[in-house]
């Protein structure tokens, strides 16, 4: 049977934990979609992980900026194209052993994937699928949904000192 996970806080180490579960699956054969939410591919798991031939990641291909800073119409051209990658991973997961959605609560959060949907294909997925999720703030609904939650508090970071985010490091 597989389990979903949610890696959640306000601390740094979400995705890479999730990136670890992945890397960890492949290195025993199974095979891995990976799709990333209001995110951008300048990141530096992303070529590793595309090098792995169990490991599909899906592109980011459009990029809106900080949600933020969106207006009406980039919102909603936000909001239907990250639906739309929320679908194709979701098709995509039928035939793979684990499905990594990397910052899917703040996508849910803000509106850009239904909440309605992320529900449905937690109830509907294949047994033995390993959905991995992350993001700070998820919902009541999807953490009751959730087989094993990991709070990564912040403690500290050196962003707070004004230190921007380093490449290879944070990015």
């Given amino acids: 049977m597989g389990y979903v996970h949610i890696y959640c806080g306000d601390g740094k180490g979400k995705t890479s934990a999730a990136v670890g579960m992945v890397i960890r699956a ?15 591919d300048d990141s530096g798991e992303v070529e590793v992980l595309k090098s792995i031939p169990q490991i599909t990641v899906l592109p980011c291909e459009r990029v809106f900026g900080f949600v933020s800073a969106m207006d ?4 909603k051209e ?7 990658l929320f679908e194709k991973a979701v098709s ?8 990594m959605l990397d910052e899917i609560m703040a996508a849910v959060n803000y ?7 992320v529900e449905e294909f937690l109830r509907d997925r294949p047994g033995a699928l390993e959905v991995v999720m992350t993001g700070r703030d998820p919902s009541k609904l999807l953490l009751s949904m959730a087989d094993c939650v990991s709070e990564i508090k912040k403690v500290r970071h050196p962003y707070d000192r004004g230190i921007p985010a380093r490449k290879g490091i944070e990015y």
């Fill in 26 to 40: 492949a290195g025993r054969g199974k095979k891995i979609v990976v799709a990333r939410f209001l995110k951008t």
């Fill in 92 to 99: 995509l997961a039928k035939t793979a052993d684990m499905v």
């Fill in 72 to 75: 009406e119409q980039t919102r």
């Fill in 111 to 117: 509106g850009m994937v239904s909440e309605k949907r």
């Fill in 78 to 84: 936000a909001a239907a194209y990250n639906q739309e």
